[in-house]
């Protein structure tokens, strides 16, 4: 079956500029993760969404949101970008909420550039 | 609070050697998950192992063995006759066991070059 998909993969934004990542999760994920990855912070829980809900958030700035759609998709927005916003951001798709039961698969990662 | 210490950023080592990365952990659950992840040039973070923390039994899968020791809070990756295609970075992970579980907390990664 099909992985994890996100686009675009690749993202040149200015700074000011707002941006939408999309993630598409296996077949049957209810649950989408994301994450940030920057070579000074590492790899950073943004937040979770299952059955379109918010159910944990890390510990970013509110001009990080997202959402998730009834077929489980879903978008992360950053708003009013910044230089440090530049990162990989990485999407995790898991059966059910949170890695209890089982693993996340993770996608290939948008690779967002703020100039 | 919970943390995943690497120890090693980098590691070198000649094609067919052994090769172990290290990986250390805090946490103050007694149920927990530890994970180990690769990650290729090509950005996905792939899957390699999940262990709850009632199971130290240590686990080999062809090439790769993982031992668990809860007494040293440590959770180590072996590659056994290492090869180039295993060159990446690899991450060790943790997290909570339920509904928080989906906040991995992941190790800063140790970049493995298998030189041939």
């Known amino acids: 079956k099909a992985g994890v998909t996100q686009t675009p993969r690749y993202l040149i934004k200015t700074r000011g500029q707002q941006v939408t990542l999309s993630c598409s999760p296996i077949?049957?994920?209810?649950?989408v993760s994301w994450y940030q990855q920057t070579p000074g912070q590492g790899l950073q829980f943004l937040f979770e969404?299952?059955?379109?809900?918010?159910?944990n958030k890390g510990n970013f700035p509110g001009r990080f949101s997202g959402r998730q759609f009834s077929n489980s998709r879903s978008e992360m927005n950053v708003s009013t970008l910044e230089l440090g916003d530049s990162a990989l951001y990485l999407c995790a798709s898991s059966l059910r909420a949170g890695a209890s039961g089982t693993e996340a698969f993770f996608g290939q990662g948008t690779r967002l550039t703020v100039v | 609070a919970q943390k995943v210490t690497q120890a090693q950023t980098e590691i070198s080592v000649v094609e067919k050697e052994d090769v172990t990365l290290d990986c250390v952990y805090e946490t103050r659950d007694t149920t927990y998950y530890l994970f180990w992840y690769k990650q290729p040039p090509s950005g996905e973070l792939v899957f390699l192992i999940r262990?709850?923390?009632?199971?130290?039994q240590n686990e080999i899968s062809g090439r790769y063995s993982w031992n668990f020791q809860k007494s040293t809070s440590s959770f180590n990756f072996t590659i056994t006759a290492s090869q180039v295609v295993d060159s990446a970075v690899y991450f060790c992970?943790?997290?909570?066991?339920?509904?928080?579980?989906?906040?991995?907390?992941f190790g800063s990664g140790t970049r493995l070059s298998i030189r041939p």
């Open positions: 077949s049957g994920h209810r649950s």
């Open positions: 992970a943790l997290s909570r066991v339920g509904s928080s579980a989906s906040k991995i907390i």
């Open positions: 262990r709850n923390s009632f199971d130290e």
């Open positions: 969404y299952f059955s379109e809900t918010q159910r």
